[in-house]
């Protein structure tokens, strides 16, 4: 060895692996204006859809005239269900079992319906199409209040469904009820709440809202008549799984489907299901023989496609004096708007929401989810959450927060006194998950410690004392939130969707000169994977992350994988990357054992190569072996060096963390100001630093702005009042807080590196964290529950009901 | 309808195209210039993706005519690299900082984060925070997008950035 051999920090260090803070591949084109996006895709003789979109939330449609439109210049066809149904494609299964009209069928079922789709030369020439097609509407009483739907005299807003007392979940007890869903030991949990010391009883509300990614959602699909190809460039965070869609609906053979989905402008699950627009411009390029671009705008965004949450829950907890959780109750009216378009797994009508019991020991609980229609727009999908997981985080630590509060106990201590121990895991829940590793306690001190958690209840004690003596006008709340997830959908044996088992993907072929490319099932949409996806690779094979070239989204080339939400990415596609690698690495091994004349045992793999045992000199490095793979293979060995992987995960993933939210309000104007805001997460087994920080950041600031005032509303009659950023709140640099992040690393013991997901632990986690502290700030003022979000003027409305303000 | 005749600059070089009147600026920009890094978000001047500098200011090409920014010296992304193609002190901040995610708001983010730069060489936190309160990000929190305009500040003025601790 001499002075230039480089260190084994240096080799490590070279291959930017896995725990590295690497700087992203994509920033490249992505800070120069080079990324490309669904919108700038452009095909020769390009054509543009639009859509004309109901003004009413429920009608009759009585008439669709449209000869004006067809006159425009440039229009060129105008596309309504009486052309889908020649096709068989004026209504679409949705993921949920359910089915979604494509173009109102006879009737709309909330405002901005779509009701036409108008094909034209260029957008603005599509506009003017729209405006020129007349549409005759009947009005219909509309049901808005999700409460009223079941009652006897409400309008019955599915008429395809009348009579159907069965639906894909079971048995339906009225026309407007989608289905039941029970888990738990009812039995047990009624007997536990009998002989309950104390209990609590609380209606908590998440409120719809909405994803927004920045980019919205939109297509190119192209069909070529002579070869009978359909391509598809969309924003899709799924697109096998949109390829399969197509393929049933359509009836084209999948082969014969090509779907692209290029760079992606953030999804937050807004990108997982099918979406009319899809359907009609698909059909627009098949009737026109030209490619034709469909764009949402953003208030079509808004209000057509895709909401999230929407669940109100009414929450009990049994408990002993002393603090110890005896049993949960929940019953959750689910407001899934006028289809039932869930993007959740096919058998579970209500996601994971049965994670609700949380990270506590509860001895038994009983869970009830009843879904039902009413006139708003369709969707429920999972904004930055696993399948309704934040709205059972909201749930479970707001209640636990209103059970401190009887106690008259610190909402920190309760959660001490009622975490699963560590030596409980794996740990199976009393609504059926298998938790597989946690260490709370230990994560949770961490955060009592970094933000001095006694100090500031003894400043709030303080605060409290001034408020009452009139000194001040401001309140302090803290908000406590200690959530866990449940993300890595999924296992086969309970996780498909339309049949297809939760896998994902990975397939390597490295090069002769030591560089490779790794095709996978996951889709990034702001996460990094082109960045991430290497570094794992890159530490399994001592190959350097600067050397492995990462693709997805092209469905031609990618193995088939279930696509990127739910946080699954790491855990499923993360975990199909190690194993496809460790394929590679054996194959290595065998390549490396011959060309060092050993016996494959012989070798041990070292940072970047295989060693010979005991004999520093005799190294083969990767690189070296690389090209090796395609000259001089051991005798009987196939050529070349690559690797498929499908991983079905043993088990969901389920990481944790410890936040604390420090917020003052004023309660003359409801003004809030987060002082501070600490973040502890443990994610297991940490990839990249920095992107995990990054994402944490963003789930944070999207919390921030779901608990604090983004919210879809619907006034009385039905119109949707939230439709544009004007509106619909969407914080800015003034208003996001600070973020300080942390963490504790506890492992998944079942997943190949040990990861678990982050993505959407902060949107979880962040949620009831804000809630918590807006109500713990004016709980010494008589409030048990305020409902989110808690803008400015519910604040001071507060504030007014509790009788602090004049 | 009938077409007008617009003449422009667009990062440094004399551009020219037929439009309609109500032809937006963005659209004359990605379509008729198939400089696609200007991104629409909103189309309601809210979300800031459509920034482009023009005349020395930060404007929402979204919501102003083609026809309206006639003679005018515009910059986009595109032109936002150094001369000898190295990306910028912006640009890189915004890598070196993990400034961005899905990268869908970055162009404008940078246009205008390049034109606060010229206005407030040295800004503080909270003139950063108001300096970009037109430009919306749905992924990274602005947090870090706030370091890489400190980073890209303080390689501009020659000083050595010290990333503030968390």
Known sequence: MNDLTPTREQRTAALEGMGCKRKRVEDIRFTQGRGNYVDDVKLPGMLHGDFVRSPHPHARVKKIDDSAALKVPGVL????????????????????????????????????????????????????????????????????????????????????????????????????????????????????????????????SYHRTHPSPLETCQCVCSFDKIKGELTIYGTFQAPHVIRTVVALIAKLPEHKIHVIAPDIGGGFGNKVGAYPGYICAAVASIVTGKPVKWVEDRIENLTATSFARDYHMTTEIAATKEGKVTGLRVHVLADHGAFDACADPSKWPAGFFNIVTGSYDFPTAHLAVDGVYTNKAPGGVAYRCSFRVTEAAYCIERAMDILAQKLNMDPAELRLKNFIKPEQFPYHSALGWEYDSGDYHTAMRKMMEATGYAALRKEQAEKRAAFARGETRDIMGLGISFFTEIVGAGPSKNCDILGIAMFDSCEIRMHPTGAGIARVGSKSQGQGHETTWAQIIATEIGIPADNIMVEEGNTDTAPYGLGTYGSRSTPVAGAAIAMAARKIKAKAQMIAAYKLEVHEDDLEFDIDGFRVRGLQEKFMSMKDICWAAYNSVPPGMEPGLEAVSYYDPPNMTYPFGAYLCVMDIDVDTGVYKVRRFYALDDCGTRINPMIIEGQVHGGLTEAFAIAMGQEIRYDEVGNVVTGSFMDFFMPTAVETPHWETDFTVTPSPHHPIGAKGVGESPNVGGVPAFSNAVNDAFSFLGATHIQMPHDFWRNWKAAKDLGAVA | MAKTHVTMKVNGAEVEGLVEPRTLLVHFIRENLQLTGTHIGCETTHCGACTVDIDGMSVKSCTMFAVQAQGSDITTIE??????????????????????????????????????????????????????????????????IVKAIQYASAKINGVEFQEAAE
């Open chain 1, 77 to 204: 066809a105008v596309i309504t269900a009486e052309t889908l149904k020649t096709v068989n494609l004026a209504w679409m299964p949705t993921l949920a079992g359910d089915v979604q009209m494509v173009l109102a069928d006879g009737k709309v079922l909330f405002q901005n319906q779509e009701v036409a789709f108008v094909v034209a030369t260029d957008r603005y020439a599509a506009d003017d199409g729209i405006n020129a097609v007349i549409v005759e509407y009947e009005p219909l009483p509309p049901l808005v209040d999700p409460f009223k739907a079941m009652n006897a005299d409400s309008p019955v807003l599915r008429e395809d469904l009348v009579g159907k007392m069965s639906g894909a979940h079971g048995p339906r007890k009225h026309d407007n009820h989608i289905f039941e869903w029970t888990v738990g030991d009812k039995e047990l949990t009624d007997a536990a709440f009998n002989k309950a010391e104390v209990k609590i009883k609380e209606l908590i």
């Open chain 2, 79 to 144: 032109g936002m690299a150094n001369a000898d193609g190295t990306l910028s002190a912006l640009q890189e901040g915004f890598r070196m900082m993990h400034g961005l995610q899905c990268g869908f708001c970055t162009p404008g983010m940078i246009v205008r984060a390049h034109r606060l730069l010229k206005e407030n060489p040295s800004p503080s936190e909270p003139e950063i925070r108001m300096g970009i309160s037109g430009n919306i990000c749905r992924c990274t929190g602005y947090q870090n």
